[in-house]
């Protein structure tokens, strides 16, 4: 759910804001009020996005309302909304990963090749979520210990972790536990019509959401991302937090890739390319901000749905599969200059009324 704070300010090492945070600049008055401001949740726009379009493809092709097709769009979007939950804590402490789909990617072929290899298959998959929190941290000791940028750091290992995967795997299709298989039963089956991978998307909803509003990792990634000298300096650790949440996001990669193993039942080299990009924009118009601070779990796992309706309602308009890309750019593009827009029209409004 959506979070927002105001920015950390100097104080006794902790959690907590300080309560010089709150006394300047007009007062407790206005402490609040901006506190109100800040901590409206705004995924309810994406959310009512998402049904308008699911009617309007619907009303012109009722088949699009069938509860199968919906379904199947929930589990093509699952994988890219896993992968945009653990982007949103990224992004609200102004940090970005562009390597998640390589990591994707390479954990689906590691949970592959060690089923192949005759390991049970439910331990290959923990130890593909393991991998993939390992491979978060590699992410976060370049940032830490080489002091760079993560777009700089993740985009190298994006092609590093693309690289090894199309090493290990010859370039070719890596079949995964068989279809009788419990493992494939369980996580490609369906629990009353809904698919598993859509339940595992609401339950890390649900997990991550609590841990961002409600425990103090995710009072520092907020806080951190608000004013990162002021948390550092009011006893933040951040380089800490920084690598915490790297992990997060790669251990989100991995269980994107056991699910894929689970539901497709083999692993491709390409799988993943361009998943990066397709999870911020997903958190983004969520309602997770690019300038830190704020961010919505929820929001981004719907943003993902978003994404998802459009591409699967291509097909039902008789559009040309070349042009999903420039479709799914628009939509990028417009549901992030309206989110733009209106938060301008409420910082104006708000700011005025502070003032009266």
Same mark, same amino acid.
């Given at each position: 759910?959506?979070?927002?704070?105001?920015?950390?300010?100097?104080?006794?090492?902790?959690?907590?804001?300080? =309560?010089?945070?709150?006394?300047?600049?007009?007062? =407790?008055?206005?402490?609040?009020?901006?506190?109100?401001?800040?901590?409206?949740?705004? @995924?309810?726009?994406?959310?009512?996005?998402?049904?308008?379009?699911?009617?309007?493809?619907?009303?012109?092709?009722?088949?699009?309302?069938?509860?199968?097709?919906?379904?199947?769009?929930?589990?093509? %979007?699952? @994988?890219?909304? $896993?992968?945009?939950?653990?982007?949103?804590?990224?992004?609200?402490?102004?940090?970005?990963?562009?390597? !998640?789909?390589? #990591?994707? /990617?390479?954990?689906?072929?590691?949970?592959?090749? +060690?089923?192949?290899?005759?390991?049970?298959?439910?331990?290959? &998959?923990?130890?593909? $979520?393991?991998?993939?929190?390992?491979?978060?941290?590699?992410?976060?000791?370049? $940032?830490?210990?080489?002091?760079?940028?993560?777009?700089?750091?993740?985009?190298?290992?994006?092609?590093?972790?693309?690289?090894?995967?199309?090493?290990? %795997?010859?370039?070719?299709?890596?079949?995964?536990? =068989?279809?009788?298989?419990?493992?494939?039963? !369980?996580?490609?089956?369906?629990?009353?019509?809904?698919? !598993?991978? &859509? $339940?595992?998307?609401?339950?890390?909803?649900?997990?991550?959401?609590?841990? +961002?509003?409600?425990?103090?990792?995710?009072?520092?990634?907020?806080?951190?991302?608000?004013?990162?000298?002021?948390?550092?300096?009011? &006893?933040?650790? #951040?380089?800490? #937090?920084?690598?915490?949440?790297?992990v997060l996001s790669g251990a989100l990669g991995g269980l994107a890739g056991v699910?894929?193993?689970? @539901?497709?039942?083999? %692993?491709?080299?390409?799988?993943?390319?361009?998943?990066?990009?397709?999870?911020?924009?997903?958190?983004?118009?969520?309602?997770?901000?690019?300038?830190?601070?704020?961010?919505?779990?929820?929001?981004?796992?719907?943003?993902?749905?978003?994404?998802?309706?459009?591409?699967?309602?291509?097909? @039902?308009?008789?559009?040309?599969?070349?042009?999903?890309?420039?479709?799914?750019?628009?939509?990028?593009?417009? /549901? #992030?200059?309206?989110?733009?827009?209106?938060?301008?029209?409420?910082?104006?409004?708000? &700011?005025?009324?502070?003032?009266?």
């Amino acid at each position: 759910m959506h979070e927002t704070i105001p920015s950390a300010s100097a104080g006794a090492p902790g959690d907590r804001p300080p =309560p010089a945070a709150t006394a300047t600049g007009g007062g =407790p008055g206005r402490a609040r009020a901006t506190v109100r401001l800040l901590g409206r949740q705004d @995924y309810a726009g994406v959310l009512l996005a998402t049904i308008v379009l699911v009617l309007v493809i619907g009303a012109f092709d009722h088949r699009f309302f069938q509860f199968g097709q919906l379904m199947n769009i929930l589990s093509q %979007s699952s @994988y890219i909304g $896993i992968l945009a939950c653990g982007m949103a804590f990224l992004l609200a402490m102004r940090e970005l990963d562009l390597s !998640v789909g390589s #990591v994707y /990617a390479l954990t689906a072929l590691t949970c592959a090749l +060690l089923a192949e290899q005759g390991l049970d298959p439910w331990l290959s &998959g923990l130890l593909a $979520i393991v991998v993939g929190g390992l491979l978060g941290l590699v992410n976060a000791l370049l $940032i830490q210990y080489f002091a760079l940028p993560s777009i700089v750091a993740t985009l190298a290992t994006l092609s590093l972790y693309r690289g090894l995967t199309l090493a290990l %795997s010859s370039g070719t299709q890596v079949l995964g536990p =068989p279809i009788d298989d419990p493992f494939s039963k !369980v996580l490609g089956g369906f629990v009353l019509g809904v698919p !598993v991978t &859509g $339940i595992v998307l609401v339950v890390v909803c649900a997990v991550l959401t609590l841990v +961002l509003r409600s425990t103090p990792f995710g009072y520092r990634v907020r806080s951190i991302g608000s004013n990162p000298e002021a948390a550092q300096f009011s &006893g933040i650790p #951040v380089a800490r #937090v920084r690598m915490q949440t790297m992990v997060l996001s790669g251990a989100l990669g991995g269980l994107a890739g056991v699910l894929t193993i689970g @539901y497709f039942g083999s %692993s491709d080299p390409n799988i993943g390319t361009g998943y990066e990009l397709l999870a911020i924009a997903a958190a983004v118009i969520g309602g997770t901000s690019l300038r830190g601070g704020r961010a919505s779990v929820v929001g981004a796992a719907l943003g993902s749905l978003l994404l998802g309706v459009v591409g699967s309602g291509l097909a @039902y308009f008789s559009v040309p599969i070349n042009w999903n890309q420039f479709a799914t750019g628009a939509v990028i593009l417009a /549901a #992030v200059s309206i989110d733009s827009v209106v938060r301008r029209r409420r910082g104006a409004r708000a &700011g005025a009324g502070v003032q009266i």
